[in-house]
């Protein structure tokens, strides 16, 4: 699909307080307060990423790694580049 970009992610559960790291060999390294349990880390990783890019939080789909800490994240009307753009901003 030409307007979805496909961010790729290592998640760290359990920390104080959600934060990105920055990037790693191209790979988003990213901090979530909620515990790796039933979802609830998934979850809070895309309510922070959607506050992050700035789109709705239906936009974004974990399409690989859903019980890995390396994961695939799918984000719907945004371009690879405007994405990027978006959390370079916050870095």
């Known amino acids: ?3 979805e970009a ?8 359990n920390a ?9 060999d ?3 390294r990213v901090k979530v307060a909620a515990p790796p349990v039933k979802g609830k880390a998934n979850r809070e990783l895309l309510v922070f990423l959607s506050r992050l890019l700035g ?3 239906r936009a974004l ?3 690989r790694g859903q019980t890995s800490r390396n994961k695939t994240v799918a984000a719907c009307g ?3 580049q405007e994405a990027l753009k978006r959390i370079q901003d916050v870095c």
């Open 26 to 28: 191209g790979v988003l």
């Open 78 to 80: 945004l371009s690879h």
């Open 1 to 3: 699909m030409e307007n």
């Open 6 to 13: 496909k961010i790729s992610l290592r998640v760290y559960p």
């Open 16 to 24: 104080p307080r959600n934060e990105v790291l920055g990037f790693a």
């Open 55 to 57: 789109i709705s939080e």
């Open 61 to 63: 789909t974990i399409t």
